[in-house]
């Protein structure tokens, strides 16, 4: 599925959804599972299993070459003990989307129009909140207080859109999401004072079990993202 748009300069924009994270999650379980293999079979390796703990990085998370290899381990605890504590689907979803820049598309959205309602400050930088919905009604309220345009009728409408789309997504998180119970490992693990192959194995291989359970759920959300993207859009030259 893809969604068009049209840019500031006239030119069309496409937001590739389903391909994309079909593909980020196929890969992300392939090679998750080819390096799983030869983490097994090679137990008593320790060089190996350093170059296998980098690739495992690289999957999740982020291997930063500029620090040592004990930096990056540490690093990556943090990252499966926080993981493996997580409860909420929410929080599964946004961890997913985080970790694959899938917010970049919404933030870039979002800091082209703060541009255009500051014009007295370039905004080259946002952080979105955990709670994406709440970073929408922020923006709605920003929107809603551009006095200069309050009798414009098509910014009115472009308004309401954008507070139906943005109250659609609410409402499917709300109905359909938040109901889910994830799979949960039931044993109890401190991967910060544990951290072995096979607790590892245990929280990945927990890790993309959920991420494929909940595909459908983050296909669903990613679309209501970007037609709530295509809607912020519509503001630019109105601004």
Same mark, same amino acid.
């Given at each position: 599925?893809?969604?068009?748009?049209?840019?500031?300069?006239?030119? $069309?924009?496409?937001?590739?959804?389903?391909?994309?994270?079909? @593909?980020?999650?196929?890969?992300?379980?392939?090679?998750?599972?080819?390096?799983? $293999? *030869?983490?097994?079979?090679?137990?008593?390796?320790?060089?190996?299993?350093?170059?296998?703990? &980098?690739?495992?990085?690289?999957?999740?998370?982020?291997?930063?070459?500029? $620090?040592? +290899?004990? +930096?990056?381990?540490?690093? =990556? *605890?943090? !990252?499966?003990?926080?993981?493996?504590?997580? %409860? @909420?689907?929410?929080?599964?979803?946004?961890?997913?989307?985080?970790?694959?820049?899938? =917010?970049? $598309?919404?933030?870039?959205?979002?800091?082209?129009?703060? %541009?255009?309602?500051?014009?007295? !400050?370039?905004?080259?930088?946002?952080?979105?909140?955990?709670? +994406?919905?709440?970073?929408?009604?922020?923006?709605?309220?920003?929107?809603?207080?551009?006095?200069?345009?309050?009798?414009?009728?098509?910014?009115?409408?472009?308004?309401?859109?954008?507070?139906?789309?943005?109250?659609?997504?609410?409402?499917?998180?709300?109905?359909?999401?938040?109901?889910?119970?994830?799979?949960?490992?039931? %044993? @109890?693990?401190?991967?910060?004072?544990?951290?072995?192959? @096979?607790?590892?194995?245990?929280?990945?291989?927990?890790?993309?079990?959920?991420? &494929?359970?909940?595909?459908?759920?983050?296909?669903?959300?990613?679309?209501?993202?970007?037609?709530?993207?295509?809607?912020?859009?519509?503001?630019?030259?109105?601004?």
């Amino acid at each position: 599925m893809s969604i068009e748009i049209i840019g500031s300069n006239g030119n $069309k924009l496409k937001l590739i959804t389903e391909d994309k994270i079909e @593909s980020i999650i196929n890969e992300k379980e392939i090679t998750y599972n080819l390096y799983k $293999k *030869k983490y097994l079979n090679n137990k008593n390796s320790n060089k190996f299993l350093n170059h296998v703990n &980098k690739q495992l990085i690289n999957i999740f998370s982020y291997y930063d070459d500029t $620090k040592n +290899y004990n +930096y990056n381990i540490y690093k =990556f *605890k943090i !990252y499966l003990d926080n993981l493996f504590k997580i %409860n @909420s689907i929410i929080d599964y979803i946004n961890v997913f989307f985080i970790e694959n820049n899938l =917010f970049n $598309k919404l933030n870039s959205a979002i800091i082209k129009i703060l %541009n255009k309602l500051f014009k007295d !400050y370039k905004i080259e930088h946002i952080e979105l909140n955990n709670n +994406y919905y709440l970073d929408l009604l922020i923006l709605i309220h920003l929107l809603k207080n551009e006095t200069n345009l309050n009798d414009n009728e098509l910014y009115n409408e472009l308004i309401t859109k954008l507070n139906e789309d943005i109250n659609e997504l609410n409402n499917y998180i709300i109905q359909n999401v938040s109901i889910i119970k994830l799979k949960k490992l039931e %044993n @109890s693990i401190n991967i910060l004072e544990n951290y072995t192959e @096979s607790n590892i194995i245990l929280i990945l291989d927990e890790y993309i079990n959920n991420i &494929k359970f909940i595909k459908g759920n983050i296909l669903k959300i990613d679309s209501l993202i970007n037609i709530i993207i295509e809607d912020i859009y519509k503001f630019y030259n109105l601004l």
